[in-house]
Nanobody
Framework: VQLQASGGGLVQAGGSLRLSCAAS????????MAWFRHAPGKERDFVAA????????YYTDAVKGQFTISRDNAKNMVYLQMNSLKPEDTAIYYC????????????????WGQGTLVTVSS
């Protein structure tokens, strides 16, 4: 499956952004979809994931109550709504896909988008 992330940009602290990830090539509903982020000097970290039909959602503790992941299987899209952004949310954000929830929190996904840069200024 091919993934194309978009929606990043420069935003002031406290602002919001919505990231989008468009999928193509295979049956989208067969995949667990996730967002990871890679900040300078850090490893690529899990942010959020949503299961095949959207009935289970997982977040890293750092973004609970702040970010919302969702998917639209009819449109082959997954989204990450990011509110109350902080400078520490600055990173390249990647969408990713895999067919199972095994090791969901690790960057062991089969397919990755190209990343979209989010910069939060203080």
């Amino acid at each position: 499956v091919q993934l194309q992330a978009s929606g990043g940009g420069l935003v002031q602290a406290g602002g919001s952004l919505r990231l989008s990830c468009a999928a193509s090539g295979r049956t989208f509903s067969n995949y667990v979809m996730a967002w990871f982020r890679h900040a300078p000097g850090k490893e690529r970290d899990f942010v959020a994931a949503v299961t095949w039909n959207g009935n289970r959602i997982y977040y890293t503790d750092a973004v609970k109550g702040q970010f919302t992941i969702s998917r639209d299987n009819a449109k082959n899209m997954v989204y990450l709504q990011m509110n109350s952004l902080k400078p520490e949310d600055t990173a390249i954000y990647y969408c990713a896909a895999k067919s199972t929830i095994w090791k969901m929190y690790e960057p062991s996904y089969d397919y990755w988008g190209q990343g979209t840069l989010v910069t939060v200024s203080s």
